[in-house]
């Protein structure tokens, strides 16, 4: 039986307005796709990396071909769930939809499909009870930080941070006075004031304290 490593990892969980970004990435497989080792040593913690350079390895990612998926969870699952619960939602809908794309690869190839799914998850929780398989081929694990020692989840990172950047920054000019340009729907003092002026808008995240004390 082979052996995915799949790295998982997510963007806007601090966030105060915009969703939760997850990613799942499969780098390193002679059946999927060949990462040439230059590539591979690019990869790093996307808070690290300048947005070109994000947004180079991204762009790289998918003329490689590379197996990922990517998952959303909602402004409104963010305040019906929690934002921890939400963040594990976007997590197994990653994770769901990259393997469900390897598959589709190894039946293109006529390779086996017997698969085990190594899933490394960034940070201290798992999100197997929330919609990802729990059989005996799917192994999860925790890595504190692993954004900056795993690379295939700093390129979840690197992925994940790129489309929801370009989200907020698309949101910007529908909610031009929150900055959402620059701060990404994160609490600088510009996007503090504006909500103190105009109040949340559909975007805000009604149940995190600092937008319910403006």
Known sequence: MRSFLIGVDEVGRGALAGQVYAAAVILRNKDLSAIPTYFLNKLKDSKRLSPKKRLSIYTTSLEYGLIFGVGVATVKEVDQFNVLNATMIAMARAINQCVLIAKLCLLRNNADNQVRYDIAVDGVSNPKNFGVPCSSN????TIKSGDASIPEISCASIIAKVLRDREM????????????????????KKHMLALKKNGASEIHRLSFKPIRRT
């Open 138 to 141: 799917y192994y999860y694990r």
């Open 169 to 188: 920054i698309e949101l910007h000019d529908q909610f031009p006075s929150y900055d959402l340009i620059r701060n990404k729907g994160y609490g600088t």
